[in-house]
Structure formats: structure tokens, C-alpha cells
Nanobody
Framework: QVQLVESGGGLVQPGGSLRLSCGASGSIFSFNAMGWYRQAPGKQRELVAA???????NYADSVKGRFTISRDNAKNMVYLQMNSLNSEDTAVYYCNAVVRTVTTGYEYDFWGQGTQVTVSS
């Protein structure tokens, strides 16, 4: 089994910054894509940013130029640097990773439990 644990959420004023972290542990052979999703109240979960094993990143149009995703393969970590936050960024943010496990050798999709980001004055 693989566990993803997010941290770094909280309350921030408009225009502020936060850095989310996601660490993975468990039966990990390798990571493929990793990403961050978010879900605001009454809305569907949406992709915020994703990064391939090779480091290629893509972003939702709403966060381009403000958010940066990065990963540290040696530490099994993925990060989301969020700048110029506004109220529309308020949501629960979830870490996602496609992991090839040691036990089966197959790839599976894993999710963290989520971390709340609230942008408010």
C-alpha cells in the first residue's frame, strides 16, 4: 500500500503565497505522473497542475503564471508553490500520484487526504 500525505495548507490573505507539500511512503517502486487537484464547495474536483516523471509540467489556465509544481524523486515528494492567491483558489487541495508498487509491479492511482487552503482577508 502507498500513502500520500499533504501539508502546508492554511489561511492566507489575498495576494499571499503558500507552498503545499506531498510526501509518499509505502510499497513504492517508482512514480509516474504526480499532480495536484482541488475541490471547492459545490464544485467538481479539478486538475490544478501535473508533472511527469521527466519533469514536464502542465497547469490549469486559472493558475498559469501563479502556481509552480515541482517534484523531488529522491525524496518521493511533490510540491505546489502558490503565489498571488485569490479567493477563487479557496478549496481542498489533493495530491495525486501514479505509483508502480513493489508488491505487484503494476501502476495504481493514489490520493492524499487533502489539505484546506482558504484565501480570505
Amino acid at each position: 500500500q502507498v500513502q500520500l500525505v499533504e501539508s502546508g495548507g492554511g489561511l492566507v490573505q489575498p495576494g499571499g503565497s503558500l507552498r503545499l507539500s506531498c510526501g509518499a511512503s509505502g510499497s513504492i517502486f517508482s512514480f509516474n505522473a504526480m499532480g495536484w487537484y482541488r475541490q471547492a464547495p459545490g464544485k467538481q474536483r479539478e486538475l490544478v497542475a501535473a508533472i511527469t516523471s521527466g519533469g514536464s509540467a502542465n497547469y490549469a489556465d486559472s493558475v498559469k503564471g501563479r502556481f509552480t509544481i515541482s517534484r523531488d524523486n529522491a525524496k518521493n515528494m511533490v510540491y505546489l508553490q502558490m503565489n498571488s492567491l485569490n479567493s477563487e483558489d479557496t478549496a481542498v487541495y489533493y495530491c495525486n500520484a501514479v505509483v508502480r508498487t513493489v508488491t505487484t509491479g503494476y501502476e495504481y492511482d493514489f490520493w492524499g487526504q487533502g489539505t484546506q487552503v482558504t484565501v480570505s482577508s
